[in-house]
């Protein structure tokens, strides 16, 4: 682990001279401040990754994020789960009976759900609460000095704030997609139930006769992608705030748009290549 | 603007208890983009004493500080803490020697998520690691007394006043048993009965746990209950440095602006 620990220290060295130059050089242009915060961005998730593998991991503090993302992010996933079955159901209903095709619905509605439908808007819906959350909490942090108190404190404030809670994400997000996922069934089988009648292990066992565990495998991969990037960019903006008030409205905003962008983005890329494979 | 010449030089050492000094800052430059905060400032903090920084707002007082302890790397000069060059440490280094200082952040900086007894043990879990949990409860009951909000032990930060964190913030920083303390404005935005409190509690820590402290404020009831010394910083540089007695016969304006 020393060798490249040693490179990313030098990485860090290496951008704080180029950054320095640029400061004396005046204010930077639009490029340049672009690609700086590009830089300033891997630099943050080089860290993140290398303090994740180093020793003294913060478990109580994990453990607390977990409980904070997952535990108390459920009301407002299981509202949305439900919702995101009923609405499916009753506005693919009409037209698949139209075309003589009602028994196709269970399997319709768990295969959009599962492979798309639950993992971006469950994402999306996380990106909202947990990334602005983190980015408002970490900004509010910097601007009342709590960061700098950790660091003079000998605590590491990247392993204790940030690895904890881009691992927690990464973690709960993708649980939190599949309990959607649950629940978006069980409003599906409700809203099939409004104009018709179908018991539940009707319902269940119509719509996993449509469903393959290939559907299910891209569907998880990206949700581990959607977590992490919530928790990288949630966590980056509030960690990098500036130092007044309107930095943490300002981090917590751009988080939160930030990290949506990138879930649409990573969906995209994560269904192309597991397309390559799948199909 | 005053164009006055520094008239009391080379006081050092005077009212402290050695003449070793514990910081040694030679001839310190700090700039933010264009903006030079600190142009060429070079002062030393000697073991016992009490030495106060003051300044305008704006004149690097914190800038210097955050240096110190290097929140915050500075572009030129040398600072010497406790015989180590502090930017010649390694990230290991650094954080032996921070465990030898304490800074009492000008906001408290108390963590809003933990209660009283968790902001305490935080540094006491990461700087003393050996110690058993009976010994931390110990340490946080003492600390505690000291400041006088024993009571105020599970409470969360939200629920205590301004001048009631800063007490616990001052808790927090003395409970590793720091050689040095800096202190960033201590006495910002507390009432005048507060803020003598404060300033007697930074007189009975420096008693008690035989600290060398440099205080940057503004307050000059402050530096008068507090300071063994005074350095005052105006445009990046040492402007006078003398005793407070020096200070408050000074015929500067700049000094008089602020001792009046």
Known sequence: ?279 | MNTAQPEIRNTASIGTTSDKPVIEIISLKKSFGVQEVLKDVSLQLFDGENLVVLGRSGSGKSVLIKCIIRLLDPDGGTITVLGEEVSRLNSAGLGELRKKIGFLFQSGALYDSMTVRQNLEFPLRRMRKNLTQKEMDGKVREVLDHVGLSDTVDKMPSQLSGGMRKRISLARTIIVDPKILLYDEPTTGLDPATSDEISSLINDVQKKYKTSSLIITHDIQCARSTANRVIMLRDGKVYLEGTVEQFERSTDSLIKSFFK
């Not at chain 1, 913060?58 to 453990?63: C, R």
Request: with cysteine; hydrophobic share 50%.
């Open chain 1, 1 to 279: 682990m020393e060798k490249p620990a040693a490179g990313i220290r030098q990485m860090l060295d290496l951008w704080s001279a180029a950054r320095q130059t640029i400061k004396l050089s005046g204010k930077p242009g639009r490029i340049s401040s672009f690609l700086m915060q590009m830089a300033n961005a891997v630099l943050f998730i080089g860290s993140t990754i290398k303090e994740t593998f180093s020793r003294d991991f913060e478990f109580k503090e994990f453990s607390r994020q977990c409980f904070q993302i997952g535990y108390k992010t459920l009301p407002l996933v299981s509202i949305t789960g439900i919702i995101m079955g009923l609405v499916l159901t009753i506005q693919s209903r009409p037209v698949l009976v139209k075309f003589g095709a009602a028994t196709m619905l269970p399997g319709m509605v768990a295969a959009s759900l599962i492979r798309e439908m639950g993992p971006v808007i469950t994402a999306l819906i996380c990106a909202g609460k947990i990334g602005s959350g983190m980015g408002a909490e970490l900004g509010s942090m910097r601007v009342t000095e709590q960061i700098d108190a950790m660091e003079v404190s000998s605590a590491n404030p990247m392993r204790f704030l940030v690895v904890t809670r881009v691992l927690a994400a990464t973690l709960m997000i993708p649980l939190l997609i599949l309990y959607a996922d649950a629940l978006g069934m069980l409003g599906s089988w409700a809203g099939a139930n409004i104009k018709g009648d179908v018991t539940l292990v009707l319902f269940f066992s119509q719509a996993f006769a449509h469903v393959r565990f290939i559907d299910f495998l891209p569907a998880v991969i990206k949700s581990f992608f959607f977590g992490g990037v919530i928790g990288f960019v949630g966590c980056y903006k509030g960690y990098t705030a500036g130092r007044g008030t309107e930095s943490v409205g300002i981090a917590a905003n751009s988080a939160v748009v930030l990290s949506s962008l990138l879930v649409i983005i990573v969906d995209l890329i994560v269904v192309q290549i597991t397309d390559l494979f799948v199909s």
